[in-house]
């Protein structure tokens, strides 16, 4: 699967801002997608994903109740929607995609977008 991620930028605190990940390369209907962010110095850590279908969701304890995750009716493209806006929510966002496979896991990463927020 290949990633494409877009929509980071600069944005104040208590802002928003839409990413989106477009997928292509696979028509099987089985992978999940979701985000991920490095910040400066830090590990990369999990921020949202979504099943397939999109009924699932999952939310890091930072992200929830400010993000919101969703996939398109095509399902190969994945959004996400930040709010309320934090200056520790800068960070490079990484679109990931997995799936399974006999022989284990196959996971496909984007090349990341850059958000900074300001305070």
């Known amino acids: 699967v290949q990633l494409q991620a877009s929509g980071g930028g600069l944005v104040q605190a208590g802002g928003s801002l839409n990413l989106s990940c477009a997928a292509s390369g696979r028509t099987s209907k089985d992978y999940a997608m979701g985000w991920f962010r490095q910040a400066p110095k830090k590990g990369r850590e999990f921020v949202a994903a979504t099943s397939w279908s999109g009924r699932t969701t999952y939310y890091a304890d930072s992200a929830e109740g400010r993000f919101t995750i969703s996939r398109a009716s095509a399902k190969n493209t994945v959004y996400l929607q930040m709010t309320d806006l934090k200056p520790e929510d800068t960070a490079v966002y990484y679109c990931?995609?997995?799936?399974?496979?006999?022989?284990?896991?196959?996971?496909?990463w984007g090349q990341g977008t850059q958000l900074t927020v300001s305070s």
């Open positions: 990931r995609a997995e799936f399974v496979v006999i022989t284990g896991l196959v996971a496909s």
